[in-house]
């Protein structure tokens, strides 16, 4: 049985699994992981990577076929570094995908709102098809929305922290009134919080620290892939609602019925 | 600015509130997720002992799950040994009557292709103190030399003044390290009788001068041997503290730099000072695990002063960094390789050995983690 496809922009992709790249043991490993989550986008570090050299260590383990690159700007502070840094991934990349990545705070890695709008407003302008990791605000992502970013990347918990969606109230909205696909990125510590966020309702989620620091990251990403595809189906199918209220046998409103 | 703070402290009741930590106090802070000053106290202290295993265990998961299966390498790169300073532990003192050499351009560049060819793209320059020869106009061209090189350039020189921070970070300065040496003031001046240096508030105040700059990285240390380690390790702690809530954007590393050996040229000739063993292994590890648990975040890096057989275990313990192959006179891996060093390398492996020794752990080898276009430099 097979989901819905996924489109973002002029893609369609098939599995709803996005991976990251760092973290991993070695840059074998991190190929076998990736092979085994399906998954059909990957972010990579421009800071990781000698960006025109096709000999890189990590960019030789990014070659099939399947696999796009989603090169992000992990690293830079400001709305003009990232678009500087956007220009040049371009070029070297040989895509116009980016994931927009401004968090001044080297601690926490949490994004900058303001710095992220601007960014993307004007890499938009500029062609790039721009997919902006951001705090779990719905106002911020109606506001990218409306500067034309190609989907959202709310966060779950803070980055690499596995703690899952501690914001799940927030995607809740985000994911109702959003017309562009909802990724939810960072903090996705088990393929069940990857499945919950599927069954919310969320277009992708994106992992990465959870697989690569795993003590068998190739089983790991399986597990993921599973778990996605499973909540996915799951939202297709339609849950059930739930609900915290009991029934009552004698219903308050019967004497309405007498 | 530190001293604000630093002020309000007192190195004898920092150093009771240590010795008398106890058993509860450790276990209090082991339990916690996040740790206060007083929970680090209680880490480094004698009362953990029992606990260092504990400690190692949630140091490993901790790291690995905040900078993965990685290390990072980096190598200095000495560009001068002239010093107007006399430090007591250090070869390139005044005092000490070595001969003295400043890297010319075309020696900065063999230097350079001789780490570039051992793989290198982290380099870290160093210098002494010599603001005459070795001044900011020579770092500003020693930095434009090699940024177009490597792919992060750091340094480790005289502390500068705020401006010229600001003008080093413009060229492509990304890090810079300045040790304190030592956060006891009477400790201080002893081992710093003459020269800039002797001014323990100008140093300390360096760090506050980086940030304002707006520095990306600073590596904070306490030369461990000058007074008590854990007194020492306590205040580091509490100046990574306080510049992480100031200077939120800047990057914090860690170094415990155990003091090493090193050659004096006296009356009769090359003689070896030894300053004995001011901290035991197991005592290193201690810190690094406490480091570690207080802040999950911070860079720990270990240099080539420690030996093979420690290097190859702590690795795993909440290392995120290693310098290997570190030669630490100027002109020491190509240009003159036999000048006197300023300190004794106790790990001679090369990077491609170290690499290795890096995979079995089961870790990457990271040579890059960051790129010049990820700043706004004027050009």
């Not at chain 2, 799950?65 to 300073?85: D, H, I, V, W």
Request: proline share 5%; glycine share 6%; aromatic share 8%.
């Amino acid at each position: 049985m097979t989901t819905q496809s996924l489109r973002i922009a002029d893609r369609t992709f098939s599995s709803r699994l996005f991976t990251g790249t760092g973290k991993f043991s070695s840059t074998g490993q991190m190929e076998s992981a990736l092979l085994a989550s399906g998954s059909e986008l990957v972010t990579v570090a421009l800071k990781r990577i000698h960006a025109g050299d096709k000999a890189d260590d990590t960019l030789r383990h990014l070659t099939a076929p399947h696999m796009h690159l989603l090169p992000n700007t992990s690293g830079v502070r400001t709305a003009r570094e990232a678009v500087f840094a956007a220009q040049l991934a371009r070029e070297a990349l040989e895509t116009n995908w980016l994931k927009l990545e401004i968090h001044p705070d080297p601690r926490y890695l949490l994004p900058d709102p303001i710095e992220t709008l601007k960014a993307a407003d004007e890499l938009v302008r500029l062609g790039f098809v721009v997919l902006p990791y951001i705090h779990a605000d719905p106002v911020l992502c109606k506001r990218l929305e409306e500067v034309g970013v190609a989907a959202v990347m709310p966060l779950g918990s803070p980055i690499g922290s596995n703690k899952g969606l501690r914001t799940l109230d927030f995607l809740e909205i985000i994911i109702s009134q959003s017309q562009v696909p909802v990724v939810v990125d960072a903090g996705i510590g088990a393929p069940s919080h990857a499945a919950a966020a599927m069954e919310l309702g969320a277009d992708a989620v994106l992992v990465n620290t959870a697989i690569a620091v795993a003590d068998n990251p190739v089983q790991m990403a399986t597990a993921f892939k599973l778990a996605v595809e499973a909540g996915r189906l799951a939202y297709e199918a339609r849950l059930g609602s739930t609900s915290s209220v009991a029934v009552a046998s004698s219903p308050l409103t019967a004497f309405l019925d007498e | 600015m530190f001293t604000d703070l630093l002020n309000q402290y007192d190195w004898a009741t920092v150093s009771r509130l240590i010795d008398t930590a106890t058993a509860t106090d450790v276990e209090r802070a082991l339990s916690r997720t996040a740790r206060t000053l007083t929970d680090f106290a209680a880490l480094i202290s004698p009362a953990a002992r029992p606990y260092l295993d504990v400690m190692a265990r949630q140091s490993q998961q901790l790291t690995q799950q905040r900078f993965g299966k990685t290390m990072q390498l980096y190598a200095p790169l000495y560009l001068s040994n002239e010093c107007q300073n006399i430090c007591t532990y250090c070869a390139f003192s005044l005092d000490n009557k070595i001969r003295r050499r400043t890297l010319a351009d075309d020696e900065i560049d063999r230097e350079a292709d001789a780490l570039k060819a051992m793989g290198y793209d982290h380099v870290l320059l160093v210098t002494g103190e010599a603001n005459q020869t070795v001044g900011v106009p020579y770092i500003k061209n020693a930095i434009r030399l090699l940024r177009d090189r490597f792919a992060h350039i750091s340094m480790e020189v005289q502390p500068l003044d705020q401006p010229a921070y600001a003008d080093l970070i413009a060229e492509g300065l990304h890090t810079v390290l300045v040790y304190q040496e030592t956060y006891n003031r009477d400790s201080y001046q002893l081992h710093h009788p003459k020269g800039k240096k002797a001014s323990y508030r100008y140093r300390i105040e360096t760090p506050d001068r980086l940030g304002q700059a707006g520095i990306y990285k600073i590596g904070l240390g306490a030369l461990l041997g000058l007074s008590d380690w854990r007194t020492d390790s306590f205040f580091t702690a509490l100046h990574l503290d306080y510049l992480e809530r100031t200077y939120w954007k800047t990057r914090y590393s860690l170094s415990f730099p155990r003091l090493r050996p090193i050659d004096v040229l006296g009356a009769s000739g090359v003689q070896s000072r030894d300053f004995g063993q001011c901290m035991t292994d197991r005592e290193l590890v201690q810190l690094i695990c406490a480091y570690r648990l207080f802040k999950p975040d911070v860079e720990l890096s270990l240099s080539t002063r420690e030996s093979p057989r420690f290097r190859d275990h702590v690795i795993r313990l909440g290392i995120t960094s290693l310098s290997a192959g570190s030669k630490t006179n100027p002109g020491g891996y190509v240009v003159e390789p036999q000048s006197l060093e300023q300190f004794e390398i106790s790990d001679e492996r090369t990077p491609a050995e170290i690499a290795a020794v890096i995979r079995r752990a089961g870790y990457e080898p990271v040579w890059k983690d960051w790129d010049p276009t990820l700043m706004t430099l004027c050009r």
